[in-house]
């Protein structure tokens, strides 16, 4: 079944530490998208791909970095300048143009610094 | 202020209706969405309209959207527990990056 995995599920984390969450899709989405997610702030979104080895800044990109070397995968690292890590982070992808731009979700990693 | 906004709860009865609304801002949104979250997962795609719709219905599901007062509802008809989850609606811009916008999300309580 065609879809979008990220691992790990739940991640902790000394402050100082950088981590890498995984994304994979087996969609064949171009698209592929980062969104933060707060208690009650909904989704902020950090980086997105429209295209391999191109990425765009979000809304709240600083202490984060992504790479897009491969289609199917986007990974997102949570480096030690961000201050404030702890959080719910959800992968997408989609098909950029589609007719509404229908997101596809991944399940999500959490995050917990400690 | 925000783009999309919600209110963050809604509290109903099994088998009453719930209606969730929101409220945009900017009036060349394209498309208008609700998402499901329910606990520790990702979000799924419920339903969308076209700015150029004032209605679809999808089963128990009905969406409304008004231009002129830039809001739009969704309505779950006869609410079951599995109705329970966080609903976030979303907005894409015509001219923009394509990119969807999200509210808060509303938290809905769905009790016996």
Known sequence: DGGITQSPKYLFRKEGQNV??????????DAMYWYRQDPGQGLRLIYYSQIVNDFQKGDIAEGYSV???????????????????????????????????????????????? | GEDVE???????????????????TDS????LYWYKQEPGAGLQLLTYIFSNMDMKQDQRLTVLLNKKDKHLSLRIADTQTGDSAIYFCAEILSGGSYIPTFGRGTSLIVHP
Do not use: M
């Open chain 1, 67 to 114: 790479s897009r070397e491969k289609k199917e995968s986007f990974p997102l690292t949570v480096t030690s300048a961000q201050k404030n890590p702890t959080a719910f982070y959800l992968c997408a992808s989609s098909i950029p143009g589609a007719w509404a731009n229908v997101l596809t979700f991944g399940a999500g990693s959490r995050l917990t610094v400690l």
């Open chain 2, 28 to 31: 060349s949104s394209t498309y």
């Open chain 1, 20 to 29: 890498t969450l995984s994304c994979e899709q087996n969609l064949n989405h």
């Open chain 2, 6 to 24: 919600q209110s963050l709860f809604l509290s109903v009865r099994e088998g009453d209706s719930s209606v969730i609304n929101c409220t945009y």
